[in-house]
């Protein structure tokens, strides 16, 4: 088999590779990954790292270790992210940089796009950047919450050609193989459905987070982007070794042959709605016209808190989901606007104003 023809790719470590057992940082298995980077770098191939274990890398610094608040986990976050950064950093005879992300420093556009411009600028200056999730300073609505599916929007920022998951597993089973001795490793997926994620159950170690849904869940957001997707047991050396041969060590996903358009793809998988407009009507028909189709009489319901420039959601009452878009309004001034939909001065204030979502990034989920 020939070698992988890769210009760029993201290669994903969890917590257990970086900080077995929560006793603070260990080089012992990251030695053959830091070995993989530097092999692929002399091939020429753009490296970008997502590591895990901040917080299993701090935990050792704390009285108690299990069961704690958020504000103790952030908090072991926070001091186990420079010890991460260090442990890395003593494998490497180039220079890396830390790239500290929350969901919202992805799912705004503007901001997406400088983080990509500066993960393309890192790389064109031979950096390798090694990104995490901001976990000090993260709240419910501001996360990803878990560095599987942050290294699939990080491997799409990036351009990346592949993403690699390195996991304490050989790869996806077809259930739990520390639950059930007769689980049988599945080398290949060709397509994504309900039975590959009904495979995956949680994380049975006490760093891991997400388990193997997570990492299904990255394969989706990925392939989707053309991307080749593998899982693969960080534990062995034999891994990288067969990935540099071209081989597959453990779970590989096909990429879709025709990736989605960049921004479509990233109002898809990356941008998340910050509230919905339940509407009635053809939507079909209303979109023929385009986003000026979509007026305040066909909305039934406009929920939660969103302003100009936000991702929405806009479905019908049956859950159908139909687009993601921008919005143009907030959903307080939208809220009013539909309740008076009848009067034709508010019915010429939004004529003036504009459409209610936005053409610029969206994208049509199962049916118009
Ligand atoms: N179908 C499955 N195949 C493989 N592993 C599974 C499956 N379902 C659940 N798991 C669990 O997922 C774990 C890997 O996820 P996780 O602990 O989050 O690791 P990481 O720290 O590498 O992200 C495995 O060790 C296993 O316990
Ligand atoms: N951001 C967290 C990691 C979260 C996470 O997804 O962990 P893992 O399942 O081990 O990849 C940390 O650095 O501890």
């Given at each position: 088999m020939s070698e992988f023809n890769w210009k760029r790719i993201v290669i994903k470590v969890g917590s257990a590779l970086i900080a077995p057992n929560k006793s603070g940082c260990s080089s012992h298995y990251l030695l053959s990954i830091a070995q993989f980077i530097v092999r692929c770098r002399s091939k020429g191939i753009e490296v970008v790292l997502v590591s895990s274990g901040s917080v299993a890398a701090g935990a050792h610094l704390f009285d108690d270790i299990d069961n704690v608040p958020i504000a103790t986990k952030k908090a072991m976050a926070a001091a186990g992210q420079t010890e991460m950064m260090a442990t890395w950093d003593k494998l490497f005879d180039f220079p890396s940089a830390q790239v500290l992300l929350t969901h919202a420093d992805l799912r705004n556009r503007d901001r997406y796009v400088s983080v990509k411009e500066t993960i393309a600028t890192l790389l064109s200056n031979g950096i390798l950047p090694i990104i995490n999730e901001n976990?000090?300073?993260?709240?419910d609505k501001l996360?990803?919450?878990?560095?599987d599916n942050l290294s699939a929007m990080v491997a799409a920022a990036a351009d990346a050609n592949a993403l690699i998951i390195c996991s304490d597993i050989d790869g996806l089973y077809d259930k739990n193989p520390h639950l059930h001795e007769d689980a049988k490793l599945i080398s290949w997926v060709s397509k994504i459905d309900a039975s590959i994620y009904s495979m995956a159950g949680g994380a049975t170690s006490s760093v891991g987070t997400g388990g193997m849904r997570t990492k299904i869940e990255a394969a989706e957001k990925a392939t989707s982007n053309g991307i080749d997707t593998f899982i693969i047991n960080g534990f062995t050396e034999l891994s990288f070794n067969m990935l540099l041969q071209g081989k597959n060590p453990g779970t590989h996903f096909q990429p879709f042959e025709q990736p989605m358009q960049e921004n479509v793809h990233w109002m898809t998988h990356t941008s998340k709605a910050q509230g919905e407009l339940v509407v009635e009507g053809d939507f079909n028909e209303t979109l023929n016209e385009g986003v000026?189709?979509?007026?305040?009489?066909?909305?039934v319901e406009v929920n939660g808190d969103f302003a100009v420039g936000d991702t929405i959601l806009v479905r019908r009452d049956d859950g159908t989901k139909l687009v993601k878009a921008e919005a143009n309004y907030s959903s307080c001034l939208l809220s009013f606007l539909t309740r008076h939909s009848e009067h034709s001065r508010y019915n010429e204030y939004m004529q003036k104003t504009?459409?209610?979502?936005?053409?610029?990034?969206l994208a049509v989920l199962e049916e118009k």
């Open positions: 976990d000090t300073v993260t709240t996360k990803v919450g878990d560095n000026e189709g979509l007026t305040a009489d066909e909305i504009g459409p209610i979502i936005s053409e610029k990034n």
